[in-house]
């Protein structure tokens, strides 16, 4: 193999970043997010953190989103307590009156249904679905959002394209897409930097 598995990432860079952090959601919105039929997840408080963030579907269910998009039968099959997938979070800013309305009516899938959305936007670039979804059992009490260690879904990410190498531009070991293999190259978009990078099969 010519990329740098996690498994050999967290063995060669024991200082470097085991956990990957994610945010938390009742059913069904992570699977509306991941169909492309909510734009934005949203939240009361301001997160700093920006760049790879898994998506957790916890025990807990939006009855009336459920309702609206007509998955009862899904609240009974659908894993729970589950990392379902991962995305790129952009900075998250206030939304906009107009964003608001919008994600009122994804909601209710074309309608108002009486749940709106919060005054935050969690917008999220790159989304990629699991191929099986991952079991977390997060921290007890009242968390926001959840750090998980990578060795849990490092076999997930690499399924989906997600995985580690030495980038150029950073200096350092980094979580990276889109691998592009030529015989003399392969070339990668780092998810640290957000620049293209290059590798050298040569001694890979």
């Known amino acids: 193999m010519i990329r740098m598995t996690s498994e050999h990432y967290l063995k060669e860079h024991p200082m470097a970043q085991k956990t990957i952090p994610a945010l938390p959601n009742h059913f069904p919105y992570n699977e509306l997010l991941l169909n492309g039929k909510l734009s934005a997840k949203t939240r009361t408080w301001r997160w700093k953190h920006t760049g790879l963030t898994l998506l957790y579907t916890s025990t807990s269910t939006a009855w009336d989103v459920v309702g609206a998009h007509g998955l009862e039968d899904e ?112 070339t990668f978009d780092c998810l640290e930097c957000g620049k293209h990078g290059m590798l050298s099969p040569r001694g890979a």
């Not at 009122?104 to 309608?111: L, P, S």
Request: charged share 30%; hydrophobic share 35%.
């Open 75 to 186: 609240v009974h099959t659908t894993p729970r307590m589950v990392l379902v997938g991962v995305g790129e979070l952009l900075p998250v800013r206030e939304l906009t009156e107009d964003e608001r309305d919008q994600i009122d009516r994804e909601f209710g899938n074309g309608d108002y249904i009486g749940t709106g959305a919060a005054d935050y936007r969690y917008e999220f670039k790159n989304l990629k679905r699991f191929v099986e979804p991952v079991p977390f059992k997060p921290p007890h009490g009242a968390v926001r959002t959840y750090n998980v260690p990578l060795r849990i879904v490092a076999e997930a990410l690499e399924e989906v394209g997600v995985v580690s190498v030495r980038c150029s531009h950073c200096k350092k070991s980094a979580f990276a897409t889109n691998l592009r293999r030529s015989p003399v190259k392969i």
